[in-house]
C-alpha cells in the first residue's frame, strides 16, 4: 500500500530565510510525486511534480523539491521566503491512486 | 479555461435535509475526483470517476453519499439525508496526465 506522510503540521521561517517543507513516501515501484498549496478559503493549487529525470524539480512561485530515491523523500524548498508563501501545503504521491498526506502549515513572519 | 467550477459555494442546511453538490471539471479532463477535507481527518478522498464511469467509491462514508457524472462536463455529490457531521468542505478536482486541478470548494453547514 502507498503512503505519504509529512512529519511537520507546522514549520515557522522568518522572510528571507530559506525554507524546507518535509515529505516521505512509501510506494512500491517508480510514484509520481507532487506538492500542493493552499491558501485560506481556496482550493489546492498544484506547485510541481517529479515523474522521472533530474532529481531537482523546479515548480511554481520559486519553489523547488528533491527527489531522493534512497531516503524515500521529496522535501519541497525555496532559497528565500515570503510573507505571501504562508499556507497549507500538501505533498502527494501516485501509484494506482492519488494519496495527500495530512499538510503542513507553513507560517512565514516578517 | 475557467478552471474546476463548483456550486454552491457555501451551503447551510438542517439535519435531514438533502444536499446536492455540482462540479463542473476542466474541459478534456479525463478523470474527475470528489473529496471532503474537515480539521480532524484533514483531505479525504470519496470517490474519483474516469470518463464518467465511477472506478473507486470506497471513500464514500456510507450510503448517505451519492455521486454521478452523467456526462464529461458535470458531476453531482449527494447526500440524503444530511448529518451534522457531514460538515465539511466539500472539493471536486479534475485530472489530465495524473495532476489534479481542484475548484473552490463547497463549505457544507449542516444544524
Known amino acids: 500500500a502507498q503512503s505519504v506522510a509529512q512529519p511537520e503540521d507546522q514549520v515557522n521561517v522568518a522572510e528571507g530565510n530559506p525554507l524546507t517543507v518535509k515529505c516521505t513516501y512509501s510506494?512500491?515501484?517508480?510514484?509520481?510525486l507532487f506538492w500542493y498549496v493552499q491558501y485560506p478559503n481556496r482550493g489546492l493549487q498544484f506547485l510541481l511534480k517529479?515523474?522521472?529525470?533530474?532529481?531537482l524539480v523546479k515548480g511554481s512561485y520559486g519553489f523547488e523539491a528533491e527527489f531522493n530515491k534512497s531516503q524515500t523523500s521529496f522535501h519541497l524548498k525555496k532559497p528565500s521566503a515570503l510573507v505571501s508563501d504562508s499556507a497549507l501545503y500538501f505533498c502527494a504521491v501516485h501509484n494506482n491512486d492519488m494519496r495527500f498526506g495530512a499538510g503542513t502549515r507553513l507560517t512565514v513572519k516578517p | 479555461d475557467a478552471g474546476v467550477i463548483q456550486s454552491p459555494r457555501h451551503e447551510v442546511t438542517e439535519m435531514g435535509q438533502e444536499v446536492t453538490l455540482r462540479c463542473k471539471p476542466i474541459?478534456?479532463?479525463?478523470?474527475l475526483f470528489w473529496y471532503r477535507q474537515t480539521m480532524m481527518r484533514g483531505l479525504e478522498l470519496l470517490i474519483y470517476f474516469n470518463n464518467n464511469v465511477p472506478i473507486d467509491d470506497s471513500g464514500m462514508p456510507e450510503d448517505r453519499f451519492s455521486a454521478k457524472m452523467p456526462n464529461a462536463s458535470f458531476s453531482t455529490l449527494k447526500i440524503q439525508p444530511s448529518e451534522p457531521r457531514d460538515s465539511a468542505v466539500y472539493f471536486c478536482?479534475?485530472?489530465?496526465?495524473?495532476?489534479?486541478?481542484f475548484g473552490p470548494g463547497t463549505r457544507l453547514t449542516v444544524l
Open positions: 478536482a479534475s485530472s489530465w496526465l495524473d495532476t489534479q486541478y
Open positions: 517529479y515523474i522521472t529525470g533530474d532529481n
Open positions: 510506494v512500491s515501484g517508480n510514484p509520481y
Open positions: 474541459s478534456g479532463h479525463d478523470y
